[in-house]
T-cell receptor
Framework: NAGVMQNPRHLVRRRGQEARLRCSPM?????VYWYRQLPEEGLKFMVY????????ESGMPKERFSAEFPKEGPSILRIQQVVRGDSAAYFC????????????FGDGTRLSIL | DAKTTQPTSMDCAEGRAANLPCNHS???????VYWYRQIHSQGPQYIIH???NNETNEMASLIITEDRKSSTLILPHATLRDTAVYYC???????????FGQGTILTVHP
């Protein structure tokens, strides 16, 4: 999965704290996607962003979760007041945005809530 | 959401070809078929995609039926490192979400 960089690889938070997950897309890619994989489940789409715009957030929980992709810097997935159920692997993908070009994924951030 | 049907699991002997089928009967004319795999808990890895014609790259070959309702991913000489969950997906992947199903668990054994 060379190219899409996610950090941290592992993140531990206590209930009620905030979690910030970062994603730097592949060079030349202006579209970023976030997915979540709960333990023993499949990947689920969360949000799709272009620079400074949220295009589709249909998979984002209504509360506590937000995402941004600023003009400069990485995309950030922010989870406020984390709960045990937020424990999961969070994957970021990027694409150039041209028709039919595939998304490429990072290696994810494993979030554990104590 | 775009829906595909894949076998839950398959086995393959090392060195032999692995043929992974996928049904996508509701695909529309301008939607591509994409294949990804996920090895253990790593991020999904893109393998190959196609529209109508058969495609081949350094990883695999993709055979799409003429009516485009099904396809087969072929790993020509499977190795132990090809053991993974393989996902067949179609839709507007570059412009929106990928919908992952349960995929096929491919186990390559010695």
């Amino acid at each position: 999965n060379a190219g899409v960089m996610q950090n941290p690889r592992h993140l531990v938070r206590r209930r009620g704290q905030e979690a910030r997950l970062r994603c730097s897309p592949m060079k030349g890619h202006s579209h970023v996607y976030w997915y979540r994989q709960l333990p023993e489940e499949g990947l689920k789409f969360m949000v799709y962003l272009q620079k400074e715009n949220i295009i589709d957030e249909s998979g984002m929980p209504k509360e506590r979760f937000s995402a941004e992709f600023p003009k400069e810097g990485p995309s950030i997935l922010r989870i406020q007041q984390v709960v045990r159920g937020d424990s999961a692997a969070y994957f970021c993908a990027s694409s150039p945005g041209q028709s039919n070009q595939p998304q490429h994924f990072g290696d994810g951030t494993r979030l554990s809530i104590l | 959401d775009a829906k595909t049907t894949q076998p839950t699991s398959m086995d393959c002997a090392e060195g032999r070809a692995a043929n992974l089928p996928c049904n996508h009967s509701t695909i529309s004319g301008n939607e591509y078929v994409y294949w990804y795999r996920q090895i253990h808990s790593q991020g999904p890895q893109y393998i190959i995609h196609g529209l109508k014609n058969n495609e081949t790259n350094e990883m695999a070959s993709l055979i799409i039926t003429e009516d485009r309702k099904s396809s087969t991913l072929i790993l020509p000489h499977a190795t132990l490192r090809d053991t993974a969950v393989y996902y067949c997906i179609y839709g507007g992947t570059s412009y929106g979400k990928l919908t992952f199903g349960q995929g096929t668990i491919l186990t390559v054994h010695p």
